[in-house]
Antibody, heavy 117, light 110 residues
Framework: EMQLVESGGGLAQPGGSLRLSCAASGFIFSSHWMHWVRQAPGKGLVWVTR????????RYADSVKGRFTISRDNAKNTLFLQMSSLRAEDTAVYYC??????????WGQGTTVTVSS | QSALTQPASVSGSPGQSITISCTGTSSDVGAYNYVSWYQQHPGKVPKFMIYEVSNRPSGVPDRFSGSKSGNTASLTISGLQAEDEADYYCSSFASGSTWVFGGGTKVTVL
């Protein structure tokens, strides 16, 4: 069974940093692009960033460009999201998802990030 | 990177058909056949329902169908059932090799 498990969420102060992880299992991790998608409380899904198979190409939403960095460790089947200069509006559930051009077919259960002083 | 436009809510009676629209631009929906749809029940993880405009992943009932015309994609649910009550989101691959989601549509089964 394909599975994604996020971790690393929690409370961060404005201007602070947090690193999210996403452990993958049940599929060949190194063969798939990966995404992070977030959902603020009571709001819709928002695409954040994606990384290609070997980490050589990344793309970001304008709202996080320059503040967030996506990376992956294919040897450990793990995806990361390094978040810095956090703002209140970054408060959300963060989902990692497996996908490509076709969309995002496998989602993790999400990890909650709260940015507040 | 503006969000795709979806109606806030759509409703229908059991057995009826409903259609949810998803309007983008010539830089996303209109440019690529990479529109996907997701179903999300309250407090749950999004579920992959449609990919590449009109294809259903294994396990998705055939009462769910997708289409696209110009800059607008659509999701149709035929034979509406109580368990279809949920939020639905469209998404599209976009220029710059990014993705964009719609704002979401709440489907209510009357």
């Amino acid at each position: 069974e394909m599975q994604l498990v996020e971790s690393g969420g929690g409370l961060a102060q404005p201007g602070g940093s947090l690193r999210l992880s996403c452990a993958a299992s049940g599929f060949i991790f190194s063969s798939h692009w990966m995404h992070w998608v977030r959902q603020a409380p009571g709001k819709g899904l928002v695409w954040v960033t994606r990384i290609d198979y070997d980490g050589s190409t990344t793309r970001y939403a304008d709202s996080v460009k320059g503040r967030f960095t996506i990376s992956r460790d294919n040897a450990k089947n793990t995806l990361f999201l390094q978040m810095s200069s956090l703002r209140a509006e970054d408060t959300a559930v963060y989902y990692c998802a497996k996908g490509g051009f076709y969309g995002m077919d496998v989602w993790g259960q999400g990890t909650t990030v709260t940015v507040s002083s | 990177q503006s969000a795709l436009t979806q109606p806030a809510s759509v409703s229908g009676s059991p057995g009826q058909s409903i259609t949810i629209s998803c309007t983008g631009t010539s830089s996303d929906v209109g440019a690529y056949n990479y529109v996907s749809w997701y179903q999300q029940h309250p407090g749950k993880v999004p579920k992959f329902m449609i990919y590449e405009v009109s294809n259903r992943p294994s396990g998705v009932p055939d009462r769910f169908s997708g289409s696209k015309s110009g800059n607008t994609a659509s999701l149709t649910i035929s034979g509406l059932q109580a368990e279809d009550e949920a939020d639905y989101y469209c998404s599209s691959f976009a220029s710059g090799s990014t993705w964009v989601f719609g704002g979401g549509t709440k489907v209510t089964v009357l």
